[in-house]
């Protein structure tokens, strides 16, 4: 009689499907009693799961009948053969040890020779998950998925703390080549109620939460809803603060830092727009600049060039006007720069005047009249001084007046031009007549002037009263001598140019 050898290829693959695993491929060679195949010849196999041991109770058989091929290989599935006892998908494979029984005829005779017993090695997942998870809690499937409801999984540790545990000292990988950023994703975190906060935490060895990436949405006042992305870490006490938040949602943003600072080091740059985007910064609290970096304002290539020389602050344009603003919009407050060298200090303000102090007293002002104060607090000219004037040997003093005159009282009603005389009797100023003492003559203005307060030049009890160089006189008034000329009573008083001026002695 032909012998049978059978030949396990271990449990090949399991038979894909939709719904759970149900059979196990398997194979077997066919020999003749001198070894050689028995080629394209009709068989018949019988499969026992045995429980247990190899003479344990068959929890399932089925037969199969097949023909051998060419190198007499026989091909079937456990599980899928004409079913004589039991049901393959009822076998508990987690529960104990499980055993193949193989028997084999040839097809038209009656009596089956064993082939062997062998114990199965690994039972297949699927099966384990169909029959065994479902009663003890562990895994199990549902079509193409897989699934775990009790307890926790771990990955390189027999520990596991939450639903799944990866191990002391090991890595997950996750990788696509997906180049979009609405597929490619290799995680989703997702909220399934308006209130919650997926997130991501790192936490200590005491399991404390110290940083912590979210996304959540939030109601604004009165009832707006808002949406941001959010990286938080623990302050002293250990609380969780949000410092950088993204909102999203919108088309346009603004990202936000609280309760933190944001430092630039090493070198780096901190860029808002570029040449064809200038983009905005604004800033609602203080700015330092430390050390001895500096500030470049305007068109210019501030990092190849820098500032100019030693200056901390340049504003520069390369052809065009530019301007430095100090603005006190409600006009009641002063504003200034203010200068300080060790502890002497200079400023400049302006309150509606212009001035120069240095520790607390005012050395230069300019009034909104124009009227320039040197250490004067209220001038009352073009330029009014309290002190000397020196000018410098080798210069003079440049005046574009009319000599030297004096504001006096007068008596009379007096126009530019006329001859003024002191009355001996009343000793006021008037109109000069015969026997008056010479005074001057009146003028609108004077290179040099005497007893000027502010409003005089139109207060008609004043004359400004020339005594002393080019002026325009009344000639009516005098007496003309060829180039000399005198007062009605022959006084001696000047001369008269080609220009037509008097010229005051």
Same mark, same amino acid.
């Given at each position: ?7 396990? $290829? ?80 009822? @076998? ?6 499980? =055993? ?25 997942? %699927? ?11 562990? #895994? ?29 000292? /090991? ?7 997906? &180049?979009? $950023? ?8 997702? #909220? ?9 935490? =790192? ?8 940083? %912590? ?21 623990? !302050?002293?006490?250990?609380? $969780?603060?949000?410092? =950088? &938040? ?21 070198? &780096? ?12 910064? $604004? ?26 020389? /030693? ?32 502890? !002497? ?16 007293? !005012? =050395?230069?002002? @300019? ?6 104060? +040197? ?12 002190? !000397? ?21 007068? /008596? ?10 002191? &009355? ?12 008056? +003492? ?35 006189? /009344? ?31």
């Amino acid at each position: 009689m032909k012998r049978l050898f059978p030949f396990l $290829l271990a449990l090949l693959s399991l038979w894909a499907s939709a719904q759970a695993p149900e059979g196990i491929n398997y194979q077997t060679i066919v020999r003749a009693e001198d070894g050689s195949v028995i080629s394209f010849q009709s068989m018949d196999f019988k499969v026992s799961i045995l429980l247990g041991s190899t003479s344990g109770t068959a929890v399932y058989s089925e037969e199969h009948s097949v023909a051998t091929n060419a190198n007499g290989l026989a091909s079937f599935r456990i599980g899928k053969g004409e079913v004589l006892t039991g049901s393959f998908s009822d @076998i508990s494979w987690g529960s104990d040890a499980h =055993f193949v029984k193989l028997e084999a005829r040839q097809t038209g005779t009656s009596t089956y020779n064993l082939m062997g017993i062998e114990e199965f090695a690994s039972v297949p997942y %699927a099966f384990y998950a169909e029959t065994t998870a479902a009663s003890e809690g562990m #895994w199990q499937q549902n079509g193409n998925d897989i699934y775990f409801m009790d307890g926790n999984v771990g990955i390189k540790t027999d520990e596991p703390t939450e639903a799944l545990t990866i191990g002391t000292n /090991n890595r997950i990988q996750l990788s696509t080549v997906k &180049n979009s $950023l609405t597929y490619g994703a290799v995680m989703n975190l997702r #909220w399934n109620s308006p209130d919650a906060k997926p997130g991501i935490h =790192f936490q200590d060895a005491s399991g404390d939460s110290k940083i %912590a990436l979210s996304a959540y949405e939030y109601e604004t006042y009165p009832s707006d809803q808002a949406r941001k992305f959010s990286i938080a870490t623990s !302050n002293l006490s250990g609380d $969780l603060v949000e410092r =950088f &938040n993204v909102p999203f949602g919108e088309n346009e943003v603004d990202i936000s830092i609280t309760d933190a600072n944001l430092k630039l080091i090493d070198g &780096n740059t901190f860029q808002v727009g570029t040449e064809s985007n200038s983009g905005l910064a $604004l800033y609602y609290s203080d700015v330092f600049i430390h050390g001895t970096k500096k500030m470049g304002i305007g068109d210019k290539d501030w990092e190849e060039e820098g500032t100019w020389e /030693n200056a901390q602050l340049e504003i520069y344009r390369a052809n065009s006007n530019v301007e430095l603003l100090i603005h006190d919009d409600a006009g009641t407050n002063d504003i200034g720069l203010h200068l300080r060298n060790g502890e !002497n200090d200079w400023k400049m303000t302006h309150d509606g005047d212009f001035n120069i102090i240095h520790e607390s007293s !005012n =050395f230069f002002k @300019i009034t909104g009249d124009g009227d320039v104060g +040197i250490d004067v607090d209220e001038p009352i000219a073009k330029l009014d001084v309290n002190g !000397n004037i020196n000018v410098s040997s080798g210069f003079a003093y440049l005046v574009g007046g009319a000599g030297k005159g004096s504001y006096l009282p007068v /008596n009379d009603d007096v126009t530019n031009g006329d001859v003024l005389g002191l &009355n001996p009797s009343t000793g006021q100023l008037r109109k000069f007549e015969s026997g008056d +003492i010479y005074m001057g003559i009146a003028s609108a203005k004077a290179g040099f002037v005497s007893n000027y307060e502010k409003g005089r030049e139109e207060d008609s009890g004043f004359a400004l009263v020339v005594s002393k160089g080019q002026i325009e006189a /009344n000639l009516t008034q005098l007496q003309v001598n060829g180039r000399m000329v005198s007062t009605v009573d022959g006084e001696s008083i000047g001369v008269l140019l080609a220009n037509g001026k008097l010229y005051l002695k």
